[in-house]
Every structure is written in structure tokens, then in C-alpha cells.
């Protein structure tokens, strides 16, 4: 029986209740396990209780032997690499973009000045204000269904939440726009899942390996190489966004790129520095330092240690 770490929210068991299937599917007992963490347990904001804090608890039950693998939502996991766990699968992403849950059915521009916007992302926070529409943002906390209803009960005009989390629960109808990275850069590696075991558990990382999306390791691995290139951290306002896309030579032949768009903004929205780059997919970390750099260039490293 493979035996899988989750936090007990909706959304974390239905995220590994995919896993499970999957696994079921393809012929390998497994059941879920939940595990309690920091995060479930505190109101505070994300930026204060430290980044990791949904992790550590189910890492910790995989060193410990209380579970064989956990599945986590792989924009909460550091940057830094515990040499104890390896991801052995990424698998296929959900859309990656933001979405704006609003009363009344309103879209961004139509909120009127001075309505009240929550969310628990600095990244979110800053990338509104840099907006200029004259938003009230106000910290955000709890799982999605409380998020909805702070919408719903009036205490709030709008929130602002991954739209994979609300695909995932079945709640895309609470969508009333999903925002384009033109407006909103997601956050690195929003949207995708990621399937971790120990680093001697050849067998069960062998298994794994068979959930895993190409595509979606490279996009991802693009964009946490950026964001630890830029030592920020997942509480700090940096937005990344990869895509492998499909290009033509000029002899016709259809070959595969990656793109990659990130930003860092200003925690008070006054700035936002934006940079791009293409690369081959198999070069990913080499697109992610290129484009890490080139926002160095342009400024960030001001901007984050502003934040800190």
C-alpha cells in the first residue's frame, strides 16, 4: 500500500485523490494520509509564517516513515532543494492563470473605485496596485470555499485565487475573469503539482515516473530557476509564466520552443519590472538564469530588497 502525505483541505485531497486514482489505474494500492500542518493551523499571513510552511509537516512525515510520498502544490514547496526527496512526477498542469472571483459578476475594470480585493499573495497585492484602479486590498486567509464566501456575504467586493484551485474543487462557475499574465504574472509553478518520495526509494520514484508530463517539468523548472535565481522566495511579488510552444523554421519544419515571461513588482505597486526570453526545452535552467538576469539588469534586486 502506497501510502500518501496530504494536507486535510479540499483542495490538497482532492489534488492527491488525482494521484491516488492514478495510481489505483495503473494497478498500485494507495490511500491518502492527512497530515496536519503550521499553515493549517495559523491565521497569519503567508509572508509572516515563513515560506514552506504547507510543506514541511508532509516532508517531515516522509523522512520519518509515517507516509511513502506526499503530493503538494508546487508553487508552496522552496526553492532550495532538500537532498532527502526528489519529485519524481510532475504531472500535466492546470491552467496556470489568476482568477477574480467578484460580486455581481464585475470584471477587474469594473470594480469601482475604493472596492475591497482580498488576497494572500504580496505578488497578487502589488500586481493589482500597479493596476492604478484604486483597489483596497486586505489580507486573504483560509481554504478556497471560505475565500468564495467572503465574496458571497458581502465582506468582500472580490478575491483574487489560482484558478487551477477552483478547477480543481469544481468551482469555476465563482469565476467571473480569468486574468490574462498580461495583467497578472502567475506565480512560478502555479497550477502544477508536485508528486515527491524519498531520494532512496528507487522503486517507488520508478513508479512515479510514470505520472510525469514533459512539458510541464520543463515550463516549471524554467520558472523556479528564475525565481531562485532571484533568491525571493514564494512570498516575495515575482510572477513567472513558461510555455512550450510550437515554432516553424523557415523550411517548414515544426520544432519546439520554451518561453518564458517573468516580473518582480513593487510591494506598494509603483513599479514593475518585466522581462522575457525563448529557449530550447531542453535548456530550461539556462532560460530561467537568462531572464533572472536580465530583470537584475533592469532593476529587481532593488525592488527585493525593498520587500525584505
Known sequence: MIRIGTRGSLLATTQAGVIRDALIAAGHAAELVIISTAGDRSSAPIAEIGVGVFTAALREAIAAGEVDMAVHSYKD?????DPRFVIAA?????DARDALVARDGLVLGELPTGSVIGTSSPRRAAQLRALGLGLEIRPLRGNLDTRLNRVSSGDLDAIVVARAGLARIGRLDAVTETLE??????APAQGALAVECRAGDIDL???LSELDHTDTRVAVTAERTLLAELEAGCSAPVGAIAEVVESIDEDGHVFDELSLRGCVAAVDGSDVIRASGIGTPGRADELGLSVARELFELGAREIIADTR
Request: aromatic share 0%; no cysteine; charged share 15%.
Open 77 to 81: 514547496l522552496p526553492t532550495a532543494q
Open 90 to 94: 510532475i504531472p500535466p498542469r492546470e
Open 181 to 186: 499574465p498580461v495583467q497578472m504574472l502567475p
Open 205 to 207: 520514484a520508478k513508479v
